[in-house]
């Protein structure tokens, strides 16, 4: 693994991480590489965001509805195949490549922001 270089703490709060809830979780039979058509609440404020994920490995559409994420909410909309994503969801890589979303371990309201 490589070595970023170094920011400053102004940079990190230019990138808006916040916390949703799953409402929605589809197949993306289009996507070129397997993934799920996900929805996800923000809350007040910023509302139902739509994007897409490559989760398949880990994640069933029935374990997802309902689960709170990290995303990051201000990049802007990118074409993905059919879809528009709205938001990045963010998750780690094990050591076979699978993606495990960042989720908060405790309950926290809809619309935080990590920091």
């Known amino acids: 693994m490589s070595k970023t270089s170094e920011i400053v703490f102004d940079d990190f709060l230019k990138v808006d991480i ?9 197949n993306f039979p289009e996507a070129r590489k ?7 609440d923000f809350g007040e404020g910023i509302g139902v965001k739509k994007t897409s994920a490559q989760i398949t ?3 069933t559409l029935e374990t997802l509805v309902g689960k709170k994420v990290a995303a ?3 990049f802007p909309p990118r074409q993905i ?3 528009m994503s709205e938001v990045l969801v963010l998750g780690f890589s094990d050591e076979e490549g699978r993606i495990s979303l ?3 371990d405790h309950d926290v ?3 935080g922001r990590l920091h």
Request: a neutral charge.
């Open 34 to 40: 397997p993934a799920f058509k996900l929805q996800i």
């Open 18 to 26: 916040r916390v949703g809830i799953i409402i929605l979780a589809e």
């Open 102 to 104: 960042v989720t908060p």
């Open 57 to 59: 490995d880990l994640y």
């Open 109 to 111: 309201p809809i619309g």
């Open 72 to 74: 990051v909410v201000n």
């Open 81 to 83: 195949g059919p879809v």
